[in-house]
């Protein structure tokens, strides 16, 4: 099923039309969800050599957050953002990953549906 990225920021998720869209850090600033549904792009990945979280600049696209930031600044900021994410279903979360490592490397602290 595809969805509509989100058609306004402000006051998007009062909105009638935000079932049937997706949804952004801005738009979703300051509001609890019963669930959230989270998906972890290509920007953010598990290194299984390093064993550690990473992040690939070429896939985030929010200019004003990379524009200055170093790749250390930057890693700290993107999963900053999948935290607060991660943090907004007061009920649930459910989680999409798009890295195949990271899904491996989470795998352990998260209940899993196949889909």
């Not at 990225?5 to 039309?17: D, L, P, S, Y």
């Not at 524009?67 to 250390?72: D, I, K, L, S, V």
């Not at 900021?77 to 989470?106: A, F, H, Q, S, W």
Request: aromatic share 14%; charged share 30%.
């Amino acid at each position: 099923m595809k969805k509509k990225w989100n058609h306004c920021t402000e006051g998007w998720v009062h909105t009638k039309e935000a079932i049937n869209e997706v949804g952004c850090i801005h738009s979703i600033q300051g509001y609890d969800l019963n669930y959230a549904y989270v998906i972890l792009g290509k920007d953010i990945g598990y290194d299984k050599v390093t064993e550690k979280i990473i992040v690939r600049p070429e896939y985030y696209f929010d200019q004003n957050g990379k524009r200055t930031a170093g790749y250390e600044e930057l890693l700290e900021y993107i999963t900053n953002i999948y935290y607060v994410l991660m943090t907004r279903g007061i009920k649930g979360t459910y989680l999409y990953v798009c890295d195949e490592n990271l899904r491996e490397y989470l795998r352990p602290y998260i209940e899993v549906e196949d889909l």
